[in-house]
């Protein structure tokens, strides 16, 4: 909810015909709540690997390890890690000239659409954001893939078919919400040449689509929810036959 918040608000103006301009103070709070969200989001995404993690391979200890305390730290630490990167990335971005054109390429402030306008060199911010960004997104990423070759490991030893697929609907949803996060994330900020057009589609793409998927993602394991759809789509097919 907070994620897309950071940018649709504004890009609805844009579409209303009214006024599309921005404040410089304005562009760096929306940069640096972009980047606060997004690799808190990131973080978040890791801890819930974890927690499936410890929910498949050690389900006796389950909760003994995933304590209250526990999970609440998770998630302080993943907010703490996302602000010190977005003051990073703001600081950085927002230490440069900007005398220059002041017609921004794009439909918020970003990293990519924002360094082009500076009027010195830009290449450190370009290496600054590239780093961290990048450096962020693969360690998560790579906890992640630690945490599901343990869980694939323990489901591939369960006997069961009826284990192996209760196993695995537990892990289905997060694991199409990270495929959903990290898809648009490496290629915007991994490209050498940023693409303006498809830095725009991909942003449309993860600023609105993905958070809107999200809930439909994690509420398809509710029996209601399917229920639910299936009557719909009943009701559509009938109604086309008629």
């Not at 950071?6 to 301009?21: D, E, R």
């Not at 304005?26 to 606060?36: D, E, K, N, S, V």
């Amino acid at each position: 909810m907070l994620f897309p918040s950071v940018t649709c608000p504004k890009m609805l103006l844009y579409l209303s015909g009214q006024n599309p301009a921005i404040s410089y103070e304005g562009c760096a709070i929306q940069l640096f709540f972009y980047h606060f969200l997004g690799s808190t989001e990131g973080c978040l995404y890791s801890v819930m690997a974890y927690d499936r993690f410890v929910a498949i391979c050690h389900p006796l200890r389950y909760m003994l390890i995933m304590k209250p305390v526990v999970c609440v730290s998770l998630v302080t630490v993943s907010f703490l890690i996302g602000c010190l990167l977005a003051t990073t990335l703001t600081s950085f971005t927002f230490q440069l000239n900007y005398c220059g054109p002041s017609h921004v390429d794009h439909f918020f402030c970003d990293i990519p659409a924002l360094l082009p306008l500076a009027c010195n060199d830009s290449s450190l911010a370009q290496r600054v954001g590239s780093i961290n960004v990048g450096l962020l997104a693969l360690l998560l990423l790579f906890s992640i893939c630690v945490s599901y070759t343990h869980i694939g490991i323990a489901i591939l030893r369960i006997r069961s078919a009826e284990g192996r697929q209760k196993a695995f609907s537990t892990c289905s949803a997060h694991l199409m919400a990270v495929l959903c996060a990290y898809g648009p994330v490496i290629i915007i900020y991994l490209q050498r040449a940023p693409n303006p057009l498809l830095g725009a589609v991909v942003q449309i793409l993860n600023n609105i689509v993905s958070p809107m998927l999200n809930s439909l993602i994690y509420s398809l394991r509710n029996k209601e929810v399917k229920n639910s759809l299936k009557k719909v789509f009943q009701n559509i097919v009938l109604s086309v036959q008629e």
